[in-house]
């Protein structure tokens, strides 16, 4: 049997690739978790699933269907919203309090439970909203422009992009976590994550109204 590495296969993965490089909570989180060298093979693994789920959804489905409804995407940008300034206020709390807080630095950070780091992992990727629009809306939008069964090989180049993007991260983070386990790293990390964080989360609130 043939395997799929057709064009439509590499323009699914290039168009997955391009939507999920840049830096958001998914991302952050997995290059934290890497750097800490905490699960950081579960956390991939549940980022790369969710995203598997969620192309499946888009291109077996939901882009035909029009897309998800206004009080359905309203509800998940206003959940999405709120997670990520929960995370944010904490990624600021480590910053302005590192030495109350054992969060800074790998070797002093308070170790999470297998249990915690599925949860974390998954709310960082079901209560994202930029993840439902990137892969089930965007993805699944995008695999209209392929007839069956080329769509569902755009839709396995997508889910090979994302396997990629995140073994990647996570192998780069988890090489250098050593090298940048310093208190002064930690916090600027915190910093920038709460700042991304909290700026994502006005623009999602921003955009229901």
Same mark, same amino acid.
């Given at each position: ?9 590499? +323009? ?62 309203? /509800? $998940?940008?206003? /959940?999405?919203?709120?997670? $990520? ?5 904490? /990624? ?13 630095? /790998? ?18 990727? &079901?209560?994202?909203?930029?993840? &439902? ?5 965007? $993805? ?30 996570? +192998? ?30 006005? &623009? ?6």
């Amino acid at each position: 049997m043939n395997l799929p590495f057709t064009p439509a296969f590499f +323009a699914g993965m290039a168009l997955s690739l391009s939507l999920i490089m840049a830096i958001g909570p998914q991302n952050a989180h997995v290059m934290r978790m890497g750097l800490r060298r905490e699960h950081l093979w579960l956390t991939i693994t549940v980022c790369v699933v969710t995203d598997v789920v969620l192309i499946a959804v888009g291109v077996g489905g939901l882009a035909q269907l029009g897309g998800l409804s206004a009080q359905v995407l309203g /509800a $998940l940008t206003g /959940a999405g919203a709120l997670v $990520l300034a929960l995370y944010g206020a904490q /990624a600021m709390r480590r910053f302005l309090q590192p030495a109350a807080d054992t969060g800074v630095g /790998a070797g002093q950070a308070v170790a999470m439970s297998r249990r915690q780091a599925i949860g974390a992992a998954l709310a960082m990727s &079901w209560l994202n909203p930029h993840a &439902w629009l990137d892969t089930a809306v965007l $993805l699944g939008t995008a695999s209209l422009a392929y007839a069956r069964p080329e769509n569902a090989v755009f839709g396995l180049g997508a889910a090979a992009g994302s396997l990629l993007w995140f073994t990647a991260l996570g +192998a780069a983070m988890w090489r250098l976590g050593r090298r940048l386990d310093s208190p002064a790293v930690w916090r600027a990390l915190d910093g920038l994550v709460a700042l991304m964080m909290w700026g994502t989360a006005a &623009w999602l609130v921003a955009g229901l109204f």
